[in-house]
């Protein structure tokens, strides 16, 4: 397996992945089905090497122009990966965007449906509620005088 076939195996996965996201408005493909359990590695794969890239460490896997070619399908590196764990920080930057698309959601949430408490249990809302979920207990550490990394009072 040489360079040329570890891009046209690559390029395929891109592929797939841009087939799920027509297919389920998403690119947070499951961890547990089987249909999707070597694209959710490759996926794994991507973002822990963009961490590492973020952080200035040298990764062969993912170039620049591969994480262009995934930016220009609209996937974004730093969005909530499983359920409502945040895993490692990827930038300040893509946190602060995520952060005014979190709240750019719930205003809308809130305009719909006249109040703040999103459902548990829709799909529609699931990533929105774990962010709310986080949002609080990271809120009530502060409120306790206990740190929290991920919320200032900004």
């Not at 090497?49 to 609209?74: C, F, M, N």
């Not at 930038?91 to 965007?97: F, I």
């Amino acid at each position: 397996s040489g360079p040329l076939l570890d891009d046209v195996r690559w390029n395929q996965r891109v592929q797939e992945l841009q087939k799920f996201k027509e297919e389920h408005g998403h690119f947070k493909v499951p961890k547990n089905a089987e249909a999707y359990k070597d694209l959710y590695c490759w996926l794994y794969n991507n973002r822990h090497h963009y961490r590492k890239v973020q952080k200035g460490q040298k990764t062969g896997r993912l170039t620049s122009e591969r994480i262009s070619k995934l930016t220009a399908i609209g996937f974004d590196f730093g969005e909530i990966f499983d359920g409502g764990n945040w895993g490692e920080q990827t930038g300040l930057e893509v946190n602060a965007v995520r952060w005014s698309q979190r709240v750019e959601e719930l205003q809308k949430f809130k305009e719909d449906h006249g109040h703040f408490k999103v459902p548990s249990n829709s799909e529609e809302y699931k990533a929105l509620f774990f962010w709310m979920h986080t949002v609080r207990q990271h809120y009530s550490k502060l409120q306790k005088g206990e740190k929290s990394g991920r919320l200032t009072s900004e």
